[in-house]
């Protein structure tokens, strides 16, 4: 069976080039007790059918920042990962529909975005070669005639508006097994997709109209303290401390002394283990948008002053979400350094997985950017990680910190977000 060749974590290289720190040692030592721990996670909860993790390595600490179960960024993926790719989705799509044949694929409505669009025609090309026949619909509700984009890739993409008859959704000539969204329903359950007899993967109640970052946040706790428990390791060294406040207006000024108190309670209890592990470095937190994507809805405070020193344009910018959505809920997450680079640049580390496999990844860069910033911002650009060789897995009798052993660092803990987001799934 495909999945049986999938090996945990792909070899590739990275492109930190600091010291190897204690905790990536202790997972390469565990690797077996991980490895088993995590199979049997997997028999408990089904993963999500596909997922990217952003991470920040502080070299003290390894956390994810945000969990995507709408991944758009399939076209950074380095082509040599294609057959970890093909075998997962296999994997994936017999697990949920094993007699699926034609799958409808729904992206994100603003197709005039050529970025975005050249990640829906690399997923697309996967499904494609993974055995499927695979037709594009859009959600937009003025979308009423087919649409074909030449990509600057020389590939061209074709999007058509679907229909509904009875519980069944599809094309004039196209009936397909399986709906598979690539649209993160920011803007809402569209009613076309409610009570469909197709598998729609992921479910409705995973989009950002119902998914709340802190809810994702408190199941990877659970996860990381679960974790921790295994392999004796510290979950902070994991998990990004969070709170959250209520209802809050940015505009209206509403619900900013809770925003400022929370502020100054997490910087304290950050401080508290920066002393405890002999830190120095300065505390700060990032405070985005409860649900939404696109590194919309984000600022970052050192303090409870900047939360009440916002200007007018900074409380506009945190006032809407993509799509124009009012932000109305925030979480407030421990600020984890970044001491990656990629030439002399700031970097981090997406990891993508399909299924439970993890598929590859690559670095967000920004060059404008420090180790304290939020790099998912205008100007960053991309760079693909590829294989080191052809092995597959750490490689114990290299020195520690050779790149595919901290490449599994990476996998490890981008998996925990992953069981974190299953353990979300079981929910809806």
């Not at 082509?79 to 799958?103: E, F, H, K, W």
């Not at 679907?162 to 598979?180: A, H, K, S, T």
């Not at 985005?288 to 984000?298: F, S």
Request: glycine share 6%.
């Amino acid at each position: 069976m495909a999945t049986e060749a999938l090996a945990a974590v792909p070899h590739l290289t990275t492109a930190l080039d600091g010291p190897l720190q204690q905790i990536e040692t202790q997972l390469l030592e565990q690797q077996v007790v991980i490895e088993s721990w995590l199979r049997r996670q997997w028999t408990l909860t089904r993963a999500p059918f596909y997922s990217s993790v952003d991470l920040r390595n502080a070299g003290f600490k390894l956390a994810p920042v945000d969990t995507n179960l709408f991944p758009a960024g399939f076209n950074n993926l380095n082509p040599s990962l294609m057959p970890l790719c093909i075998q997962a989705i296999q994997a994936a799509v017999d697990r949920l529909c094993p007699t699926a044949a034609n799958i409808l694929l729904v992206p994100e409505s603003h197709s005039r975005n050529l970025f975005y669009l050249e990640s829906v025609a690399r997923l697309a090309d996967i499904l494609r070669q993974s055995g499927f026949t695979v037709r594009l619909a859009s959600l937009a509700p003025d979308f009423e005639a087919p649409q074909e984009h030449t990509l600057p890739s020389g590939q061209t993409l074709r999007i058509e508006p679907p229909r509904r008859e009875g519980r069944r959704i599809g094309l004039p000539d196209f009936d397909p097994c399986m709906v598979l969204l690539n649209n993160d329903l920011a803007g809402g359950r569209p009613e076309i997709l409610e009570d469909l007899e197709q598998v729609v993967v992921p479910p409705l109640g995973l989009g950002w109209s119902n998914r709340l970052k802190s809810r994702h946040f408190a199941h990877y706790q659970s996860v990381a303290s679960e974790f921790g428990e295994l392999i004796g390791l510290d979950p902070w060294l994991l998990d990004p401390l969070s709170r959250n406040c209520g209802e809050i207006d940015f505009m209206k000024r509403e619900g900013e002394d809770c925003l400022a108190r929370n502020t100054d309670a997490l910087l304290q209890a950050i401080a508290v283990k920066y002393a405890e592990y002999g830190i120095d470095r300065d505390p700060y937190v990032v405070i985005k948008a409860d649900a939404g994507t696109y590194g919309m809805g984000i600022m970052t405070a050192h303090s409870a002053d900047d939360v009440r020193a916002l200007n007018r344009k900074q409380r506009t910018r945190m006032a809407a979400s993509k799509g124009g959505s009012s932000v109305s809920r925030v979480i407030l997450q421990e600020g984890v350094y970044t001491f990656e680079t990629w030439n002399g640049a700031v970097a981090e580390p997406v990891v993508y997985m399909i299924d439970r496999f993890v598929v590859g990844g690559f670095y967000r860069v920004h060059t404008a950017r420090g180790a304290n910033e939020n790099l998912n911002a205008p100007g960053m650009h991309f760079e693909p990680l590829a294989f080191a060789d052809s092995c597959t897995t750490p490689d114990h009798a290299q020195v520690p910190d050779a790149d595919p052993n901290r490449f599994y660092a990476y996998g490890v803990i981008a998996r925990l977000a992953l069981l974190a987001a299953a353990r979300e799934l079981a929910e809806h």
